[in-house]
């Protein structure tokens, strides 16, 4: 059972943001740890389990801000395809980062982050009509949002990425350094 003591801790953290960024949506619009754990998992996980763990969290708690804003919007096939896109492309970019240190996997943080908003903005500026198709369009897509918008583009932005920044530090923190702390409380004898 204590082995399995991260994981579920893991995924009560996912769900409980998940949850509260849901019902805080305009507090704490995209504080959430699906981007970090995608992360992690492609930077620290093997086989399967890099991408399983992640994408099965994010499906269990993906319905919850359309059932707490009764908006199906946030379930048709388009938006859950470019979520899914730029989950795998977060994936990569932790898989890239597996065997650097420390500052260079908080910037991989940053930078997968930032491609995230940039894949999710860039298919709302190709899909929604409220963007003109130019680069003002674009660029009104990522950061300011649609207009008489209450939240600006960036904000999610800035959001995801104190999120990525603290859950990655969390689940590095949680599977280097906790391990090393439980081993070291054991009396050497019965080691």
Same mark, same amino acid.
């Given at each position: 059972?204590?082995?399995?003591?991260?994981?579920?801790? &893991?995924?009560?953290?996912?769900?409980?943001?998940?949850?509260?960024?849901?019902?805080?949506?305009?507090? &704490?619009?995209?504080?959430?740890?699906?981007?970090?754990?995608? &992360?992690?998992?492609?930077?620290?996980?093997?086989?399967?389990?890099?991408?399983?763990?992640?994408?099965?969290?994010?499906?269990?708690?993906?319905?919850?801000?359309?059932?707490?804003?009764?908006?199906?919007?946030?379930?048709?096939?388009?938006?859950?395809?470019?979520?899914?896109?730029?989950?795998?492309?977060?994936?990569?970019?932790?898989?890239?980062?597996?065997?650097?240190? @420390?500052?260079?996997?908080?910037?991989?943080?940053?930078?997968?982050?930032?491609?995230?908003?940039?894949?999710?903005?860039?298919?709302? $500026?190709?899909?929604?009509?409220?963007?003109?198709?130019?680069?003002?369009?674009?660029?009104?897509?990522?950061?300011?949002?649609?207009?008489?918008?209450? @939240?600006?583009? $960036?904000? &999610?932005?800035?959001?995801?990425?104190?999120?990525?920044?603290?859950?990655?530090?969390?689940?590095?923190?949680?599977?280097?350094?906790?391990?090393?702390?439980?081993?070291?409380?054991?009396?050497?004898?019965?080691?």
């Amino acid at each position: 059972m204590q082995r399995f003591l991260p994981l579920v801790f &893991f995924i009560v953290l996912v769900v409980a943001f998940r949850w509260v960024g849901s019902v805080c949506a305009e507090s &704490f619009p995209n504080f959430q740890p699906l981007t970090a754990l995608f &992360f992690c998992g492609g930077m620290m996980a093997k086989g399967w389990r890099s991408w399983a763990i992640p994408a099965l969290a994010w499906l269990v708690t993906y319905p919850i801000p359309a059932m707490l804003h009764q908006s199906a919007g946030y379930l048709t096939p388009d938006v859950l395809f470019t979520t899914a896109a730029a989950f795998v492309i977060v994936h990569f970019i932790g898989k890239h980062m597996a065997t650097r240190s @420390i500052s260079s996997i908080l910037a991989g943080a940053v930078v997968s982050a930032m491609a995230f908003h940039l894949v999710t903005n860039g298919a709302a $500026w190709l899909g929604n009509p409220v963007y003109a198709k130019h680069l003002g369009g674009l660029v009104q897509s990522v950061w300011t949002g649609p207009a008489g918008s209450p @939240i600006p583009s $960036w904000v &999610f932005l800035r959001n995801m990425v104190a999120a990525n920044l603290l859950f990655t530090a969390i689940f590095l923190y949680g599977r280097f350094v906790l391990p090393r702390a439980s081993a070291a409380a054991i009396p050497a004898e019965v080691r």
